[in-house]
C-alpha cells in the first residue's frame, strides 16, 4: 500500500512563493511517475504538473508554466512543487499523486491511483 504525505501549504500573498513536498512510501519510488493536481472550491480536481520515474521529463497546466517547478528526490523518495508568483487563482487544496503503471508517463488524474491527503494553499491578498 502506498502512503503519500504533503506538506508545505499556507497562507501567502499574491506574488509569493511556496514549496510544497510529498513523502512516499510503500512500494518502489523511482519506477512511477508522480503528479500534482488541485481543487478550488467548487470546482473540479485539476492537473497541475507531472515528472517521470526517472525526472527527465517534467509536464505543467499552461497557466502554471514558468512560475511552478516540480522535482523529484529518489534517494529520499519525495517529489516536490516549487510555486513561485502565486496568484489568487492557485488557491486550492493541492494533492500529490502516484501513478498507477510502472515507468508510464500520463497526465490524466484517473491514471494516478494512490493519493495524499492534501495540502491547502490559500492567497492571502
Known amino acids: 500500500q502506498v502512503h503519500l504525505v504533503e506538506s508545505g501549504g499556507g497562507l501567502v500573498q499574491a506574488g509569493a512563493s511556496l514549496r510544497l513536498s510529498c513523502a512516499a512510501s510503500?512500494?518502489?519510488?523511482?519506477?512511477?511517475?508522480m503528479g500534482w493536481f488541485r481543487q478550488a472550491p467548487g470546482k473540479d480536481r485539476e492537473f497541475v504538473a507531472a515528472?517521470?520515474?526517472?525526472?527527465?521529463?517534467?509536464y505543467y497546466l499552461d497557466s502554471v508554466k514558468g512560475r511552478f517547478t516540480i522535482s523529484r528526490d529518489n534517494a529520499k523518495n519525495t517529489v516536490n512543487l516549487q510555486m513561485n508568483s502565486l496568484k489568487p487563482e492557485d488557491t486550492a487544496v493541492y494533492y500529490c499523486?502516484?501513478?498507477?503503471?510502472?515507468?508510464?508517463?500520463?497526465?490524466?488524474?484517473?491514471?494516478?491511483?494512490?493519493w495524499g491527503q492534501g495540502t491547502q494553499v490559500t492567497d492571502s491578498s
Open positions: 515528472i517521470t520515474w526517472g525526472g527527465d521529463f517534467t
Open positions: 510503500g512500494r518502489t519510488f523511482s519506477s512511477y511517475a
Open positions: 499523486a502516484d501513478h498507477r503503471e510502472i515507468k508510464r508517463f500520463t497526465t490524466t488524474d484517473a491514471d494516478f491511483n494512490y
